[in-house]
């Protein structure tokens, strides 16, 4: 079992930047495979990124690459979110996942969530 805390969100103008943390309850982070999905009004939650268990390996989905990077400290039981060059179609609550089996960009594949960090874009 672990227990998600997300932080770190809030509103920042087009073009801005935030970085999102993700601390995780538990002696065996270091196991999981960790990840970020985002859920905007009305839509399906849909995935981010994520980041292996050593961090050596990493994915993105399309519509961040560039702008956002996913990276981890083990000896923090930590994951964060640097999100760059913010546009308002990435309002979103965010959200922090982990899975024991593998880098995957499927919400199905996360068997623990956190409960969210709110990110606003706007002017």
């Known amino acids: 079992q672990v227990q998600l805390v997300e932080s770190g969100g809030g509103l920042v103008q087009p073009g801005g930047s935030l970085r999102l943390s993700c601390t995780a309850s538990?002696?065996?982070?270091?196991?999981?495979?960790m990840g970020w999905f985002r859920q905007a009004p009305g839509k399906e939650r849909e995935f981010v990124a994520a980041i292996n268990w050593s961090g050596g390996g990493t994915a993105s989905a399309e519509s961040v690459k560039g702008r956002f990077t996913i990276s981890r400290d083990n000896a923090k039981n930590t994951v964060y979110l640097q999100m760059n060059s913010l546009k308002p179609e990435d309002t979103a609550v965010y959200y922090c996942?982990?899975?024991?089996?593998?880098?995957?960009?499927?919400?199905?594949?996360?068997?623990?969530w956190g409960q969210g960090t709110q990110v606003t874009v706007s002017s």
């Open positions: 996942a982990a899975n024991r089996l593998r880098l995957g960009t499927q919400v199905w594949l996360y068997d623990y």
């Open positions: 538990g002696r065996t982070f270091s196991s999981y495979v």
